[in-house]
């Protein structure tokens, strides 16, 4: 008998597989590494918008949920492995950022319409019924 015999059928295709396994490990460690300096990288970009002052509301909710969003992407699509997920994760995944997109449209545009306690007026000012002036 062969030594290939000797230890069982597929033992030699065993090994091969292991050494691309390991082939693999490596492939994924520099995605994951390379997924890590992106989101520090967009950390540190958090952090220095911060000191950006945009003249609309609007512009500065929507590059802070754009920064956001592009994090929270990277984190779902490698560290949650949802990259290689049927499409039917991806179709809930469209959903949920529909309208979550949408929530924030309403937020943002209708952020002038809120009144400030029980009643809206909007020709003239009225001070909220809880500040009281000094007399």
């Known amino acids: 008998m ?13 090994h091969a597989a292991g050494h691309d396994h390991g082939h693999d490990h490596a492939k994924h460690k520099k995605i994951y590494l390379a ?27 929507t590059v802070a949920l754009f920064i956001a969003t592009v994090k929270a992407l990277l984190v779902a699509g490698f560290f949650m492995h949802l990259i290689s ?26 952020k002038d319409q809120v009144p400030m306690g029980t009643e809206f007026f909007s020709t003239k000012h009225v001070p909220h019924p809880m500040v009281t002036k000094p007399k």
Do not use: C, N, Q, R
């Open 85 to 110: 997920e049927k499409k039917a994760i991806y179709s809930t995944l469209a959903v949920t950022l529909f309208f979550f997109a949408a929530m924030m449209y309403l937020i943002v545009w209708a």
């Open 2 to 14: 062969s030594d290939s015999h000797s230890h069982g059928p597929g033992h030699g295709h065993a």
């Open 35 to 61: 997924v890590f300096a992106a989101l520090i990288f967009g950390t540190i970009l958090t952090v220095f918008m911060y000191s950006v002052h945009f003249d609309s509301v609007a512009v500065t909710v």
